[in-house]
């Protein structure tokens, strides 16, 4: 492709950003279809961002219907050990409880933890090092057996047992047994395979965790799903994803990997011993699309509620979707950085000069268009913490000068630094990327275009992406496939340092499957940070080594941000009590959602 195509293509694109923006612009003030100040419209939607960090259409829940999501991806995981793709924690919510979770509030106040399982929050002791919880009464699995404290204990063991079971966080797993004295439930030579010395359930209500070190943000870990209880004689170990057992509103009623997934009420569950969930439909229905248009068009055509994905409509359908139905559309600022990563596996990515070749030779303004301008697709990112973690800098922190001197590429530097990695005259790559993303491939594309100017020749490589943990999740796979360039993404476990990097950046977390450090970083410094960041508890220390950590990272030239990203979402006519959250970073609380009309 010539460079003049190249530019042709750039500008026509910075053309559809444009005037994606000016909609938005519009439909900030309520004008085209709406009838009302705030963008409403008559068919009922509740107007532009209306539910934008607060909620929109609470008092018209009514219990009953069918909740229908559409997705063009599949979770990587529906089990609650396994999965870690965003979407799948906040819908898992329907189907299992955590001991805590996040509140059920819009905006900040949703990133903030309530008791679920547990009568209220720890009672912290030991300096830190202990956490004692009691259970509710009345909470029940799906055959209305007790929920005790051994459940929770077994759900959490599984996470040790990474060779069955690979693919979510293990944050647990390393706080409470950093030297891997446990080998998993699976390999558990106890009798009642509870061998994990760390928890203790002195009596089936009363649970006990003893932390080797002190770590502020253990809450916030037994916040996530991987913390669920799962009973042992309903663990099916690697199928468990296929059909969990519900401890939750919801069971599973059918599932058919890739097509749909149909969820009916647990007649079991109690409301009263659920302050967090309020089980408004009867049923909830996924149906997974191979083509984003498609589902964005059935979005329109009211045939679904809601995106499970929640990682904003394509171009086409976002821009039918701005023109023609305004009020049905939120804005919210995700906690996500879309970003290309480098894995040091893959030669010339060994060397730091090669790496800072591509991000001085992109186009960043191309690459901010192609995921949908400033506005549909969020900032330019100019380093790797997300605005909403502690310590952050936002783009006041550029050491590339990516939204500055450099935003639309620098060749010459780029040489420079292809010259100091001994490579003047290029190289050639592949850059991975899903499938089933436009967005992510209309990246790629962009990022080949820039490359071909300064000589690095990149062919891009689409793959599945509900296969993601045995593709580029596989350090092996990457280095024999070739991939130098990763398109990813990625958004906090729980609003924290530890909780949005320590999964990419440290390398106690490079793992031969479900890896998400795929840069492969293996830096003492970084390593190191993150041990004083876990021992420290005062919160303007955490900020501080925040804020190193991520100059570190940058430093090391590991990561080509792309954005800080903001999403269009489609929020159905009928539904009811919907609000984003940051405690899913930016997404709609699934949980709570109703019906207006139970249809």
């Not at 100019?382 to 800098?393: F, H, K, R």
Request: proline share 5%; charged share 25%; glycine share 12%.
């Amino acid at each position: 492709m010539t460079t003049q195509r190249t530019s042709g293509r750039r500008k026509q694109a910075l053309a559809a950003a444009a005037a994606v923006a000016a909609l938005l612009t519009t439909a900030a003030c309520g004008g085209g279809d709406g009838d009302g100040k705030d963008g409403g419209s008559k068919n009922g939607a509740a107007g532009f961002d209306a539910a934008n960090n607060k909620v929109a259409q609470a008092s018209l829940a009514k219990k009953g219907g069918t909740l229908r999501f559409g997705g063009a991806q599949d979770a990587d995981s529906w089990d609650t050990t396994r999965g870690y793709y965003g979407f799948m924690w906040n819908f898992a919510r329907y189907y299992s409880r955590q001991l805590v979770t996040n509140k059920t509030e819009p905006g900040k106040a949703g990133a903030e933890i309530a008791p679920d399982l547990a009568s209220g929050l720890a009672k912290v002791s030991d300096g830190g090092k202990t956490y004692t919880y009691t259970l509710r009464d009345g909470i029940t699995w799906e055959d209305g057996k007790e929920i005790t404290s051994k459940d929770v204990k077994y759900g959490i063991e599984r996470v040790w047992a990474q060779d069955v079971l690979s693919g979510g966080p293990v944050y647990l797993k390393d706080v409470l047994d950093p030297k891997g004295a446990y080998k998993g439930p699976y390999k558990d030579t106890s009798k009642d395979k509870l061998g994990l010395k760390a928890i203790d359930t002195p009596d089936d209500k009363t649970i006990v965790f003893h932390l080797p070190k002190a770590n502020s943000d253990f809450e916030e870990m037994l916040a996530l799903v991987s913390a669920s209880p799962v009973r042992q004689d309903k663990d099916t170990k690697s199928k468990y994803g296929l059909h969990p057992f519900s401890s939750g509103p919801y069971k599973f009623e059918s599932y058919s990997p890739g097509k749909d997934l149909t969820l009916v009420r647990n007649s079991a569950w109690k409301a009263s011993s659920d302050p967090i969930r309020k089980a408004y439909p009867d049923k909830i229905t996924v149906k997974f699309f191979s083509n984003a248009n498609d589902l964005d068009q059935r979005l329109i055509n009211n045939d679904l509620d809601l995106d499970i994905n929640q990682t904003g409509m394509s171009p086409q359908g976002r821009t039918t979707a701005l023109k023609q139905h305004k009020a049905n559309l939120d804005n919210p600022v995700s906690g996500y950085i879309r970003y290309a990563v480098f894995p040091q596996s893959v030669k010339p990515f060994d060397n730091a000069d090669c790496r800072k070749a591509v991000i001085y030779g992109a186009d960043h303004v191309s690459l901010q268009t192609a995921r949908g301008g400033p506005v549909a697709g969020g900032d330019i990112g100019t380093n790797m913490l997300p605005p909403s973690v502690a310590g952050a800098e936002g783009q006041k922190y550029d050491p590339y000068g990516i939204s500055g001197e450099n935003k639309n590429g620098n060749v010459a530097k780029a040489k420079e630094a292809l010259k100091a990695c001994g490579k003047p005259g290029g190289f050639s790559t592949t850059i991975a990327v899903r499938n089933n993303k436009p967005v992510e491939v209309a990246t790629a594309q962009s990022l080949q275009a820039s490359l071909k100017k300064i000589g690095i020749n990149a062919q891009i490589d689409q793959y599945d992406g509900s296969q993601t943990t045995g593709i580029i999740g596989s350090p092996a796979n990457v280095k024999k496939k070739g991939y130098g360039i990763i398109i990813m993404g990625w958004g906090p476990d729980f609003p924290s340092v530890q909780g949005f990097g320590l999964p990419l950046w440290d390398s106690k977390y490079i793992l031969d499957s479900g890896n998400s450090n795929y840069a492969l970083i293996k830096d003492k410094a970084i390593d190191g940070l993150f041990d004083d960041y876990v021992n420290t508890l005062d919160d303007a220390g955490k900020t501080k080594i925040a804020t190193e950590i991520n100059h570190k990272v940058m430093e090391g030239g590991y990561y080509l941000p792309f954005t800080f990203e903001k999403f269009i979402n489609w929020r159905g006519d009928n539904l009811a009590n919907v609000y984003t959250t940051d405690g899913y970073s930016g997404m709609y609380d699934f949980v709570n959602l109703g019906l207006k009309s139970a249809k």
